[in-house]
């Protein structure tokens, strides 16, 4: 069964507290990308990754890291110099050119 | 920078009609408009991408179609039903990172 999942369903961060989301597919992507949903907005880019090992800032990198160490994963850690991180994170993948497949999506609500 | 945009930012339609979402873009330097659904509080789905040469694609009860030279892409839904009922995103894909700009969405409510 392929596809994307992505964890927790929620997430509750403390102040001053990192975060990591999770995110995983076994599509045999080379392309995955994180972007960030705030109400009634669309998705912005956060983080993009066209290969293992290399990652590129989206257009709201600030306050935000990533890895990619394999092909699989691309997890995304909310640090504490993201000042306003409540948002719905959403986690996709593709070949390239074509459309991108998203995982379900991780509710990050502050304390 | 590219920006999307989409009209209108909400929509209520009795069951049956025949709908058209909006959607326009300030670069028209594209590879290809997508559309999605997105049910409250979950992931995306993909309905129809557009390749930049394309001038429209038709899935089941779903026709999109682009126009590249005038930023503009009409998502058109036939015979509404309420499981329709979902916020309808637009995004294009233009750069050389191939980057997805994405609209804001238009909440679509389809009433029984």
């Known amino acids: 069964d392929g596809g994307i999942t992505q964890s927790p369903k929620y997430l509750f961060r403390k102040e001053g507290q990192n975060v990591t989301l999770s995110c995983e597919q076994n599509l045999n992507h080379d392309a995955m990308y994180w972007y960030r949903q705030d109400p009634g907005q669309g998705l912005r880019l956060i983080y993009y990754?066209?290969?293992?090992?290399?990652?590129q800032k989206g257009d709201i990198a600030e306050g935000y890291s990533v890895s990619r160490e394999k092909k699989e994963s691309f997890p995304l850690t909310v640090t504490s110099a993201q000042k306003n991180p409540t948002a719905f994170y959403l986690c996709a993948s593709s070949t390239g050119l074509e459309t991108q497949y998203f995982g379900p999506g991780t509710r990050l609500l502050v304390l | 920078k590219q920006e999307v945009t989409q009209i209108p930012a909400a929509l209520s339609v009795p069951e049956g009609e025949n709908l058209v979402l909006n959607c326009s873009f300030t670069d028209s330097a594209i590879y290809n408009l997508q559309w999605f659904r997105q049910d409250p509080g979950k992931g995306l789905t993909s309905l129809l991408l557009?390749?930049?040469?394309?001038r429209e694609q038709t899935s089941g009860r779903l026709n999109a179609s682009l126009d590249k030279s005038s930023g503009r892409s009409t998502l058109y839904i036939a015979a509404s039903q309420p499981g329709d009922s979902a916020t309808y995103l637009c995004a294009v894909m233009s750069g050389s990172a191939r980057q997805l700009t994405f609209g804001s969405g238009t909440q679509l409510t389809v009433l029984p």
């Open positions: 990754s066209q290969i293992v090992n290399d990652f």
């Open positions: 557009i390749q930049s040469s394309q």
